[in-house]
């Protein structure tokens, strides 16, 4: 069945860039999203790409898709305390309402 | 102010309480959701209503009883529930006119069951 693939944690220094990387199963998704999640709050969406695409910019967010190894990856720019989260990758199959989840990666930033 | 509203945020309960968890949108979408939250797991769809027909369930105990009495409100209603049901229940809504359906998430009712 589907099945999208994250690392729990990531643990990056203030100020470098930080890489949050996904693969899926599913070759005929058609976006792909990224979510973030605040302690204590709901996720929030961050940037999604649409399958046809291969990278989006988007101030210090960068997303890389790779179709053909399934991967999708997460770039944060100059990493701020305030980017503590747990980012999510997603996919979906057109206007299906279901969308497949991975479990979410801990972006942990030291000082 | 995410535009979706649940409450409440907090719930503890015992196995044999009723209880019920309210969400609320006003931002015009027209689908709503329920999703199952558990640490260090991908979130589950639990229910899925468009125009307030349900059109997912996935195999979801009876023990969990959604209601969508209009466009805006959804609610999940709660009886002899499992500790294992503890978990973060996310309400979410969209707009689905095709394209990217991309969700807007409540903060979440954190549930304990004793």
């Known amino acids: 069945g589907e099945d999208v693939e994250q690392s729990l944690f990531l643990s990056v220094r203030e100020g470098d860039s930080s890489v949050i990387n996904c693969t899926y199963t599913?070759?005929?998704?058609?976006?792909l999203y990224w979510y973030k999640q605040e302690p204590g709050a709901g996720l929030q969406l961050l940037t999604y790409i649409f399958s046809n695409m291969d990278m989006k910019q988007d101030q210090r967010l960068t997303v890389l898709l790779n179709k053909k190894d399934k991967h999708l990856s997460l770039r944060i720019a100059d990493t701020q305390t305030g980017d503590s989260a747990i980012y999510f990758c997603a996919e979906s199959m057109g206007s299906n309402y279901q969308l497949i989840w991975g479990a979410g990666t801990k972006l942990i930033i030291k000082p | 102010e995410t535009g979706v509203t649940q409450t409440p945020r907090h719930l503890v309960m015992g196995m044999t309480n009723k209880k019920s968890l309210k969400c609320e949108q006003h931002?015009?979408?027209?689908?709503m959701y329920w999703y199952k939250q558990s640490a260090k797991k991908p979130l589950e769809l639990m229910f899925v209503y468009s125009l307030e027909e349900r059109v997912e369930n996935n195999s979801v105990p009876s023990r969990f009883s959604p209601e969508c009495p209009n466009s805006s409100h959804l609610f999940l209603h709660l009886h002899t529930l499992q500790p294992e049901d503890s978990a973060l229940y996310l309400c979410?809504?969209?707009?689905?006119?095709?394209?990217?359906?991309?969700?807007?998430f409540g903060a979440g009712s954190r549930l304990t069951v004793l």
């Open positions: 979410a809504s969209s707009r689905t006119s095709g394209g990217a359906n991309v969700l807007t």
């Open positions: 599913d070759s005929s998704s058609t976006y």
């Open positions: 931002l015009g979408h027209n689908a």
